[in-house]
């Protein structure tokens, strides 16, 4: 203790901070009173109570269990309703019944905008923690991201000889033995123990002591990537995330291509859960509302690319729409707007397709292909042109609607 006081003494004197005894504390465990007295009168400073709060986490002696990160739960929810489930990633040591938590509450908001969803997700959490190439949303999944910060830890033990923290390390467990075939014992500490099968899953990342993944070292991204593995690459994700899309239409186009919408077809297996539907199409009546048929086959979505086309003078396809936005050849800004408009027409035929069922209420073909081209006319006015290419400048002037 004489030792700390004296290191903020010498801190003090160079940086001219001072420690405030009223606002300090000294948390013990462990410690007889007599030298809890001792301490206490030299340093100036309060008795704190465990557990206490520090940078949002509770900090304590005993294992960290699921009650007691409730508050920190609680923050993180509060955090993705305010920035998003993509922006959130939690760097921890947290029990696995907390980040199932995250977890949830990461999956909620992205179905629902709460962090209540009592449906089946219309795609697996697995997929979505995939990249966006891969078929995914991108999305960091909690377990493996918190496996990979605990193995900083077990790579500091393997190459960080000279830190403080692996010095006591190697005093209090190792003692000699070596760090790849250490097992820890029973009564060693929760935190102690979670590192070591930490230590166990990265084994086969690890060559002789030393971090063989990434030839420049161990890096949290790099481990990460390792967990996770990697997926086929999905040819129609460019097409789908292309930036002249709108948001909205992109995820929906994503929930098309995984054939994950809820279609007719699909709701009728919650009719012995009392919900009443007949499985037909639901614009046309003419055929089972299947994905394939609601889009690429109803003679409404046929009659509104029609109607888009008559609008704009594009040519777009007559058959699957989304194959042809894969392998449809052209300048890069062509290529945009007619993937753009695509997009456009599948959210709104899904648009319309929900209207109709739940309202009774459905736009004209012609109509409908209006309000598309006209979006797509506003869109392109407000698009920089000042990267574009002469070739993709005439081509944007030669269009009829614009």
Known sequence: MMLMLKSFSSFSKASGLKVSPSKSNVYFNGVSEELKNDILSVSGFKEGKLPFMYLGMPIQTTRLKKKGCECLVDKICNRIHSYGARKFSYAGRLTLGVILRIEAICRNFLWDGSADYRRTPLVAWDTICRLKQEGGLGLKNQELWNIAMVGRLVNWVATNKESLWVKWVNANYLKGREWQEYVP????????????????????????????????????????????????????????????????????????????????????????????????????????????????????SRRVLQAVMDCTGLKLPEVDILHWCVHNPGLKVQRGVKIALVMSILYQVWQQRNKCRLEQVLMRPMCLAQLISEDMKKRIRERDKSRMTTHELDWLGSLKFI
Request: glycine share 8%; with cysteine.
């Open 185 to 300: 014992t029973s009564n060693s500490s929760w935190v102690w123990r979670r590192i070591c099968r930490v230590k166990q899953r990265l084994a086969a990342g690890y060559l002789q002591g030393t971090w063989q993944v990434q030839p420049y070292g161990y890096t949290l991204a790099g481990c990460y990537e390792w967990l996770r593995g990697t997926q086929p690459w999905m040819e129609w994700s460019k097409s789908i995330w292309d930036n002249w899309s709108l948001p909205k239409h992109r995820f929906l186009g994503w929930l098309i291509a995984h054939n994950s919408l809820h279609t007719n077809n699909r709701l009728m297996r919650f009719m012995r859960f009392g919900m009443d539907v007949d499985g037909q199409c639901v614009l046309c009546g003419l055929a089972e509302e299947k994905q394939q048929h609601l889009f690429f086959a109803c003679a409404y």
